[in-house]
């Protein structure tokens, strides 16, 4: 913090368990990582090299170490794993991370269809050398998961060695746990926080109502990810509360501006 204030919530420190920003990554240049990393790295705890952008980036060796020596894990996006995996890859993909000196994976099932057993087994074999993160849900619109089955999903993959499991919103922040009009789908969500410990969810909140939304229902140090790198100081506002649409959440109840400025006259 620049300075003092005071009714500010208590943020969790890097290296961070709750609270964690993840920034997508969808191609930056060199000069725009440095950028990032200069003004936020003290607020990001997790960059994903979104979708398949690694496989045509440029300087892709140079940018990871960017992001590494500032402290924030990279990984590469749940899509690539799949495209690896889907042509029988996966020791090519371990290779990759070895020769880009990547310690945290994502293992998805957007894009493909996985028996679910498999995707554990997979969990399983990789977190014994990663820090892995599973994601959970489809890529596809208009693709309804039962509440049930997310819970189960989210639990088993938990159980097989995921770090923290991720609930699935794309980019563009419209399937998965958000309606097609990018609202939060509040049953689903409901129910998955009743197995799931929030603190073991990574929720894609790419808009900033979606940011709100769960500040709002699960206070400043909820984990939100697809956040856009032009974003990752706004974001930190709203958990703060010192933007418009989180503003009241940390005042003491009653707080009235006109009796704080008549409180403060009398004492001078």
């Known amino acids: 913090m620049n300075f003092d204030l005071s009714h500010i919530p208590k943020r969790t420190d890097k290296p961070r368990e709750a609270g964690l920003t993840m920034v997508m990554d969808k191609g930056l240049s060199l000069r725009e990582a440095e950028n990032l990393v200069e003004s936020s790295d003290h607020l990001i705890d997790l960059v994903k090299l979104g979708f398949g952008t690694s496989l045509v980036s440029k300087n892709l060796d140079e940018k990871v ?87 189960n999903m989210m639990k088993a993959e938990l159980e097989a060695g995921s770090w923290k499991v991720i609930a699935e919103a794309r980019e563009s ?39 709100v939304w769960f500040i709002n229902q699960l206070g400043a140090n909820v984990n939100l990810g697809n956040i856009a790198p032009s974003e990752v100081i706004p974001l930190e506002t709203l958990r703060l509360g010192v933007r418009g649409d989180t503003f009241f959440n940390y005042l003491p109840e009653g707080t009235d501006v006109n009796k704080v400025i008549a409180k403060s006259k009398k004492k001078s």
């Open 65 to 151: 170490k960017i992001y590494h020596n500032a402290g924030i894990k990279v990984y590469l996006g749940g899509t690539l794993f799949e495209a690896f995996l889907i042509r029988g890859q996966i020791d090519d993909y371990k290779r990759l991370l070895e020769k880009l000196g990547l310690e945290t994976l994502e293992v998805s099932d957007g894009s493909i269809e996985l028996m679910h057993d498999l995707k554990c087994e997979l969990i399983r074999d990789l977190a014994k050398e990663y820090r892995v993160l599973s994601e959970v849900g489809s890529k596809e619109a208009g693709i309804i998961i039962h509440p049930n089955k997310w819970k």
């Open 173 to 211: 922040g419209n399937v998965g746990i958000y309606r097609p009009n990018g609202s939060a789908h509040v049953s689903l969500i409901g129910k998955i926080l009743e197995v799931i410990p929030k603190d073991s969810i990574l929720w894609e909140a790419p808009q900033k109502a979606q940011q």
